[in-house]
């Protein structure tokens, strides 16, 4: 009786599984750079205290203003993972509460990355 051979199985190679691109973390001085950079094509004047150990603890990195739409920004930067100091959410506060919550905000590389800080700086005067 003849023997049975199974049939031979045949490796197939599979596609190599596609990797995530991985950026390299964005630095908070990298944000600013990109931050103000994008404000200066949209016409927004901004400030920011290059030395701010003799400025009073808590002031925001940035303060943005366009006369043409009458708004101003009070902007805290922050790299991925961290929240602003005790100091920093004190003056955040404030500023808030005088100005308005839409006139303060906190942005990290992700709100760069899925366009919150550029729908900001391009939203219309205010009415």
């Known amino acids: 009786m003849p023997t049975r051979l199974a049939p031979k199985r045949v490796r197939t190679s599979r596609p190599p599984r596609p990797r995530q691109a991985t950026l390299p973390a964005m630095t908070e001085q990298q944000l600013q750079d990109a931050v103000t950079a994008?404000?200066?094509?949209?016409?927004w004047s901004w400030y920011h205290t290059h030395d701010s150990r003799?400025?009073?603890p808590g002031y925001p990195d940035l303060h943005l203003w366009h006369p043409g739409k009458g708004r101003g920004l009070f902007v805290e930067l922050k790299r991925?993972?961290?929240g602003p100091t005790a100091a920093q959410a004190a003056v955040l506060l404030e500023?808030?509460?005088v100005y308005g919550q839409d006139a303060v905000h906190v942005w990290t590389p992700t709100d760069w990355s899925n366009?919150?800080?550029?729908?900001c700086l391009s939203a219309p005067a205010l009415a």
Request: a positive charge; aromatic letters at 0%.
């Open 115 to 119: 366009g919150t800080v550029q729908q």
């Open 80 to 82: 991925a993972g961290k």
């Open 54 to 56: 003799r400025s009073r």
């Open 38 to 43: 994008l404000a200066d094509v949209l016409g």
């Open 95 to 97: 500023l808030a509460q």
